[in-house]
């Protein structure tokens, strides 16, 4: 019986409940698709869209991987670490085109909520992943952690999109 054995629950919740955001989320891009587009709005979408729907595969990923039948923790660790230190790279990617796009000057909340708390996820993810053999029970309380962080992370980036979209960017009515 691998370390993994009884989370089988929460990864089973927490990758369905991502699933269905990921569909959300394009159900949402398509709604708004017909409003007029902006200077540089595709380089906003680069910085605050795209990471939302990245963490909820990082987080559908993860639930993958926690109750698929691994014979050994070995093969999980490997992933799960490259799952880690991937997340660490792109919120740095992420971070970078907040720093450059044109359309929406990031205010503390955004560099929050889409650079700091999810690079603390995916670099939670990553040392458990090498805590793992030494500590199961903290490893995976600690990644589950992190998979909460990232998942309420993007509905909180999610309805905030929506939100601007919505109040700050009415299409004007025809004179």
């Given amino acids: 019986m691998t ?7 929460f990864y089973v919740i927490a990758g369905s409940s991502a699933g269905a955001l990921i569909g959300l989320q394009f159900v949402v ?6 409003t007029p587009a902006r200077d540089g709005q595709a380089q906003a979408g680069d910085a605050f ?9 990082s987080v559908l990923l ?3 991987m926690q109750t698929a039948p691994w014979s050994g923790i070995g093969p999980v660790m ?14 740095i990617v992420v971070a970078r085109r907040m720093r450059l796009q044109t ?12 650079v700091l708390l999810p690079f603390v996820g995916y670099a939670t993810i990553a ?25 309420f992370t993007g509905i909180h980036n999610a309805w905030d999109a929506v939100t601007y979209h919505v109040f700050s960017r009415k299409p004007e009515k025809p004179k």
């Fill in 3 to 9: 370390p993994l054995a009884g989370w089988e629950n």
């Fill in 29 to 34: 891009i398509t709604l708004l698709a017909n």
């Fill in 49 to 57: 869209a795209t990471p939302t729907v990245v963490h909820f595969c």
């Fill in 62 to 64: 993860l639930a993958g």
């Fill in 78 to 91: 490997i992933v799960w670490g490259l799952l880690g230190f991937s997340g660490i790279i792109y919120e």
């Fill in 103 to 114: 359309a929406y000057a990031p205010v503390f909340e955004d560099w929050l909520f889409h």
């Fill in 127 to 151: 040392v458990s992943a090498f805590t793992l053999r030494v500590n199961s029970v903290d490893a995976l309380f600690a990644t589950a952690a992190a998979v909460l962080v990232l998942l």
